[in-house]
């Protein structure tokens, strides 16, 4: 019933701009097999650097998001009826930990702490993945590795990773990039000229420098990026800031107008 995880292999390069040294810390650590934390705001890059770098150490990637309905069946897995009876089928995890890949966790502190424990025995010397359910006790292939991310600024102290589940892992920080970088990866992946990129970039910025003040998080360079596509395709510049940046943003009318200003001033 297991499938292997072949058809998870990345084939093409993802484009990614590496923006420090995480790529050779990263690298260090999987070597290592030690489990990662990857901690940044949201559309900063995270996910795209777990796909580059599972390409790039030739593994099969297995992507969960998380959320706090997620039981931790819906990682290991669960006895399902077919036409022979009950069958049981492994999740994501198991998948990983059974026949080699690396497992990411987006959102990992969105998941509920009955379901987090789960990694406990597979992030220690044992590499073991007991399915208490099934009564197997799954040994790690040498290829697993585990990665999770999160993003430290909009969680309450409810939702904070336990000590005893932290103190598992390396981490790497991720923040959004310096402007020309910035600039750089949403000209590569919308199209859009130098100088668009840069008053786009230049925005963020300035909307970033609200978080805290009414904004939980700044205009991302995912959002840069939907605003690129949408002048390439023909939007004007106001329209494409305005659908894709500051209303999503915020429904709050004096924030809205603040970014509005901050458009106008750029373009
Ligand atoms: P996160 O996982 O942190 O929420 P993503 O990895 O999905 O964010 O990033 C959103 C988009 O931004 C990606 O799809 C990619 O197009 C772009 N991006 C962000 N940072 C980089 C980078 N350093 N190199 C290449 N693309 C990037």
């Known amino acids: 019933m297991n499938e292997r995880l072949d058809t998870h292999l990345i084939a093409d390069e993802p484009y990614y701009r590496s923006v420090g040294n995480e790529v050779q ?4 650590a999987m070597a290592r097999k030690l489990p ?5 705001p949201t559309g900063c890059g995270k996910t795209r650097f777990v796909e580059h770098m599972a390409w790039r150490l030739k593994l099969p990637l297995v992507t969960m998001a998380c959320n706090e309905d997620m039981a931790a069946s819906d990682l290991v897995g669960r006895w399902l009826l077919d036409a022979d009876g009950t069958v049981w089928h492994d999740g994501p995890l198991t998948q990983a930990v ?7 966790l987006d959102e990992f502190v969105e998941a509920r702490q009955d379901t987090t424990v789960v990694i406990h025995p597979l992030t220690d010397n044992r590499r073991i993945l007991p399915l208490d359910k099934c009564g197997e006790v799954v040994k790690a292939h040498p290829d697993f590795r585990l990665v999770v991310s999160y993003n430290p600024g909009y969680q309450s102290a409810a939702k904070d990773l336990k000590p005893s589940t932290r103190q598992r892992f390396g981490a790497i920080e991720f923040g959004f990039p310096q402007a020309e970088t910035e600039a750089e990866i949403v000209m590569h992946e919308s199209g859009v000229s130098e100088e668009v990129a840069r008053g786009l970039v230049s925005v963020a910025n300035q909307s ?4 805290g003040r009414g904004l939980d998080e700044g205009i991302s360079t995912r959002m840069l990026i939907h605003t690129g596509a949408l002048i390439v395709e023909g939007i004007s510049t106001h329209d494409a800031c305005l659908l894709a940046m500051t209303a999503p943003l915020t429904d709050d009318i004096n924030l809205q107008a603040a970014l509005d200003g901050f458009v106008e001033a750029q373009f």
């Open 25 to 28: 810390l990263f690298e260090a």
């Open 36 to 40: 990662m934390l990857l901690k940044g």
């Open 98 to 104: 059974r026949h080699g890949g690396l497992c990411y």
């Open 208 to 211: 970033r420098k609200l978080r």
